[in-house]
């Protein structure tokens, strides 16, 4: 079923590879400056803006990718975790599934790691 959006989570010196990666292989991408710890702007695919939103230091080292719509080349936040990671070369991290407001918060620190060595199940618990 697809998601409604789409979020990841990449290490901060990797989003430099990322965006170019994204411009190459998925379609054109603007991007505004940085404002502090947020970045936002667009992905064109198929002629539809996809807003995109980048947030440094969301989970410690790692950003927040935020895709805000559903018209994405991905269905779930797995497969694009699976695109970055094989593209990047380059540990990507999701949920793993979806999250809506009727969900409860059984799990919440459940998580998948995906390298181009596979994927495995995780509990992300940052220390605080």
Same mark, same amino acid.
């Given at each position: 079923?697809?998601? !409604?959006?789409?979020?990841?989570?990449?290490?901060? &010196?990797? $989003? =430099?590879?990322?965006?170019?990666? #994204?411009?190459?292989?998925?379609? !054109?991408l603007q991007l505004k400056p940085w404002h502090e710890?947020?970045?936002?702007?667009?992905?064109? #695919?198929?002629?539809?803006?996809? !807003?995109?939103? +980048?947030?440094?230091?969301?989970a410690g080292k790692w950003a927040s990718v935020w895709?805000?719509? =559903?018209?994405?080349?991905?269905?779930?936040? $797995? =497969?694009?975790?699976?695109?970055?990671?094989?593209? #990047?070369?380059? &540990?990507?991290?999701?949920?793993?599934?979806?999250?809506?407001?009727?969900?409860? =918060?059984?799990? !919440?620190?459940?998580?998948?790691?995906?390298?181009?060595?596979?994927?495995?199940?995780? +509990?992300?618990? #940052?220390?605080?």
């Open positions: 079923m697809r998601q !409604p959006d789409i979020e990841i989570y990449l290490r901060e &010196e990797h $989003l =430099d590879a990322m965006t170019e990666w #994204l411009n190459n292989q998925i379609g !054109p710890l947020t970045r936002r702007g667009s992905l064109t #695919l198929e002629g539809q803006a996809i !807003p995109l939103m +980048i947030v440094r230091k969301a895709f805000d719509s =559903d018209a994405t080349p991905w269905e779930t936040d $797995l =497969d694009c975790a699976r695109a970055i990671s094989s593209g #990047l070369g380059q &540990e990507v991290r999701c949920s793993v599934g979806g999250w809506s407001e009727e969900q409860s =918060d059984d799990d !919440p620190d459940r998580w998948l790691k995906v390298t181009t060595e596979g994927e495995s199940e995780f +509990i992300w618990a #940052l220390k605080p």
